[in-house]
C-alpha cells in the first residue's frame, strides 16, 4: 500500500533503530573540506533516513578530497544511500520567486535512473527563505551546516589564494572559511520536530501523509544538551502561528552575560539590537573585549553599507576593547618569481563564543532577515514597513553546559589557531595585556610579512591571515589601509570594480547564503 505523498518502501528490520553514537553530544567541523568529508562518511553508513534541509544543493556539489582520495558528488552520495530501500532520503529545499533550488534538483533527479527514490519538498514562502541547513542521520546525530551545497562553498583549511576547485562564479573565487557542528542526543529530537513541521508545511495541497518513521528516542538525551533555538516568520508553521525569534532572544542574553571575552565570526553583522547590545557590554564591564572576524566585502552588497554604518554609529571600530578584523590568504607565486598571489578570504561562519562558557553556531547571520526583522536592517521608513517581520528559516544550536566548557574552548583555539597561525598552547591562556594585543601583533606580522615577501614558497601559504578591518571599499584599499605597499609584486586576486562593490550583478545567486 502506498500512502500519498509516500512512495512503498521494504519493512524496516526490528534491529534497525540506532545505535548509541560513541562520539560526543557536540563535535565542531571547521571548513568544509572537514565538514563534507564527515557528513558523506554518516551517509554512506545511514541504516534508516537522510534527512536534508538545505538552502540549495546544486546537482554538481562536489565534496573535494583530502589526503589524496577520491572526490565525491554529494548527489550521488544520496543517490547510493537511496538506493538501499530501507533508507528514507528527503531533500527540502527553497522554491520561491527570489531562489528556487528545488525545481533544478528535481530535474536532474528526473534524469536518473533512480532519482525517483529521493524526494524533494520546495518551500513557497516569498519573500521569505528557508536558510537552515540541517542534515538529520537515523534520528541518531545531526549537522547543523555552515554552507548551501554549492562548489564555491568547498574550501580546507590551507585557504589558498587561488585554487581551481573554487569556481570563480561564485564569492568571485575567493577562499571561504567556515564552522558548521555535529550533535547527537536530545539536540537531535529537537532538529527532527523541526524538520517534519517544514516538511509538512511544504506537502503538496491536498495531500494527506501519515508518518511511521517516527525515530526511536535519540541516545544520550539525558542531562543538559546543547539547545536548538530557531527564527521562523509567522504564520508559517502551525505550531508557532507567531514565528520566533528564539536565536535573537538566546543571543542577546548571551552577550548579556559577557565578563572578559566576546569573540564573533560572521558572515554579516547589521542587526541592531546586537551591534546595540555589544556596545553596552562594553560599557558594562571594564575588562571585557570584544574581538570580531567580519567581511570587508560581503557578497550581498548593500550589507557593506549597513554594516559599516553600525560599527561607525556605536564607536567599535575605534573603541580600544574592540578589534575588528578581515581575513587574508598569501601565498608567493609559483609562476612567477617575487610576485605574491594574495586574495580575501570570504567569512561565511556563524558562530559566537563568550567568555568560553557559551557559544552559538549554526544558519542564522547577525542580520534583521535571520533574525527578527528584515525591514529592521534599512535606513528608510519605506523599506522599514515594507519588509517589516520578513524573516526567514534559521536553525541555531546555543551550547553553555558547564559540561560543554572544554569544548567551546576548544572551538575557540582551533578557530584562533587558523587565523593566527600560532599553537593551541599560545593561545590557551589569556595573556597579561589581553587578547587583543595578540590580534594587533599578529596583523603587524602579516603585513610586514607582505611588504617584505618573507612568505613560504608552499601553496599554503603563511600561516597567518588577519589584517585590520576597513571601511575602504575595494580589497585594493583596503590593504594599503592596513599599511601593505601595493605595487607590481602584489597579485590581488580579488579586486571588484566600483559596480561590483556598490551593485553587484551576482547577488541573486548569492543572496542570503
Known amino acids: 500500500m502506498t500512502v500519498t505523498g509516500w512512495p512503498a518502501r521494504a519493512p524496516r528490520a526490528p534491529d534497525a533503530s540506532p545505535a548509541p ?6 563535535e565542531w567541523l571547521i571548513d568544509n573540506a572537514q565538514a563534507y568529508a564527515s557528513l558523506l562518511d554518516a551517509i554512506r553508513v545511514a541504516r534508516r533516513s537522510v534527512w536534508i534541509a538545505q538552502l540549495a544543493l546544486d546537482a554538481d556539489c562536489v565534496a573535494h578530497a583530502r589526503d589524496g582520495g577520491a572526490d565525491e558528488n554529494v548527489l550521488d552520495a544520496l543517490l547510493v544511500a537511496a538506493s538501499r530501500l530501507e533508507v528514507d532520503v528527503r531533500v527540502l529545499l527553497n522554491a520561491t520567486l527570489l531562489l528556487d533550488t528545488a525545481r533544478p534538483l528535481q530535474r536532474s533527479l528526473d534524469a536518473r535512473p533512480s532519482g525517483d527514490r529521493i524526494r524533494v519538498r520546495g518551500v ?27 562548489n564555491g562553498y568547498w574550501d580546507d583549511s590551507t585557504h589558498r589564494p587561488v585554487d581551481a576547485r573554487r569556481p570563480v562564479r561564485e564569492l568571485g573565487g ?4 567556515d564552522v558548521s557542528v555535529r550533535v547527537a542526543g536530545a539536540a ?13 508545511s511544504a506537502a503538496p495541497e491536498g495531500a494527506t501523509e501519515i508518518d511511521h518513521r517516527e525515530h526511536s528516542p535519540a541516545h544520550g538525551a539525558q542531562g543538559a544538551p546543547p539547545r536548538i533555538v530557531c527564527t521562523a516568520p509567522r504564520g508559517a508553521l502551525r505550531t508557532r502561528p507567531e514565528g520566533s525569534t528564539e536565536i535573537l532572544d538566546a543571543l542577546l542574553d548571551g552577550i548579556g552575560r559577557a565578563r572578559s571575552l566576546i569573540y564573533i565570526e560572521h558572515q554579516y553583522l547589521s542587526a541592531r539590537p546586537v551591534v546595540a547590545a555589544l556596545a553596552d557590554a562594553l560599557r558594562r564591564e ?38 575588528v578584523f578581515g581575513l587574508w590568504s598569501a601565498a608567493r607565486s609559483l609562476e612567477r618569481g617575487g610576485v605574491t598571489v594574495v586574495n580575501q578570504i570570504f567569512v561565511h561562519s556563524k558562530a559566537v563564543i563568550i567568555d568560553d562558557a557559551w557559544a552559538m553556531l549554526g544558519t542564522a547571520n547577525l542580520d534583521g532577515v535571520s533574525l527578527h526583522s528584515y525591514g529592521d536592517d534599512f535606513a528608510g521608513p519605506i523599506m522599514r514597513r515594507v519588509f517589516r517581520d520578513v524573516r526567514n528559516f534559521d536553525v541555531n544550536v546555543v551550547s553553555d553546559s558547564p559540561r560543554c566548557t572544554r569544548s567551546i574552548t576548544d572551538l575557540r583555539e582551533r578557530l584562533w589557531g587558523e587565523h593566527l597561525g600560532l599553537s593551541r598552547a599560545r593561545l590557551a591562556k589569556r595573556p597579561r595585556e589581553g587578547w ?58 580579488f579586486d571588484p570594480s566600483w559596480l561590483e562593490v556598490h551593485c553587484s550583478p551576482g547577488w541573486v545567486r548569492n543572496m542570503f547564503a
Open 124 to 150: 513557497r514562502r516569498f519573500p521569505q527563505l528557508l536558510h537552515a541547513k540541517i542534515v538529520i542521520i537515523d534520528g541518531s546525530h545531526a549537522f547543523l551546516l555552515g554552507s548551501p551545497f554549492a
Open 188 to 200: 537531535v529530537r529537537q532538529l527532527e520536530r523541526v524538520f517534519r513541521e517544514l516538511w509538512q
Open 174 to 177: 575567493r577562499p571561504v572559511h
Open 436 to 493: 587583543l594585543a595578540t590580534w594587533r601583533a599578529r596583523a603587524r606580522d602579516f603585513t610586514s610579512a607582505l611588504n617584505g615577501g618573507a612568505l613560504p614558497a608552499k601553496s599554503g601559504g603563511l600561516r597567518a591571515h588577519v589584517l585590520p578591518f576597513s571601511h575602504q571599499p575595494t580589497p585594493r584599499r583596503q590593504l594599503a589601509a592596513a599599511g601593505v605597499r601595493l605595487g607590481a609584486g602584489l597579485d590581488i586576486r
Open 286 to 323: 571594564p575588562a571585557l573585549e570584544l574581538v570580531m572576524v567580519l567581511n570587508q566585502n560581503p557578497d550581498v552588497t548593500a550589507y557593506r553599507r549597513w554594516q559599516n554604518a553600525r560599527l561607525r554609529e556605536h564607536g567599535l571600530l575605534e573603541h580600544p576593547r574592540a578589534g
Open 21 to 26: 553514537d560513541p562520539r560526543p553530544e557536540i
